[in-house]
């Protein structure tokens, strides 16, 4: 019986699979640590949609890692003084 470990370890020899799993991980990281600022700062998800101008569902959204646009994602960040940081990709 194959493991999830194994099954993932087996796709990540493919270079596609790869760069799409890797921009997923991103997001979802994101996403995470949106939720944890947004919770140590005891605020609401009302308070930060209001705070971001977007809607409570969108915030809803990006904390449980649904496929949301990068400028709702930065509006968050924004209103959480949360940063971006963009580097090179690592040469493969």
Do not use: W
């Amino acid at each position: 019986m194959k493991t999830f470990n194994n099954h993932l370890k087996e796709s990540l020899s493919d270079p596609d699979f790869k760069d799409l799993y890797t921009e997923e991980r991103k997001l979802i990281e994101l996403s995470i640590q949106i939720h944890e600022v947004r919770e140590k700062s005891g605020l609401s998800q009302s308070d930060v949609a209001r705070m971001a101008h977007v809607t409570q569902q969108q915030l809803s959204k990006i904390e449980n890692g649904k496929n949301c646009n990068m400028i709702t994602y930065l509006k968050v960040c924004n209103a959480l003084g949360l940063d971006f940081i963009f580097s090179p990709k690592a040469a493969s």
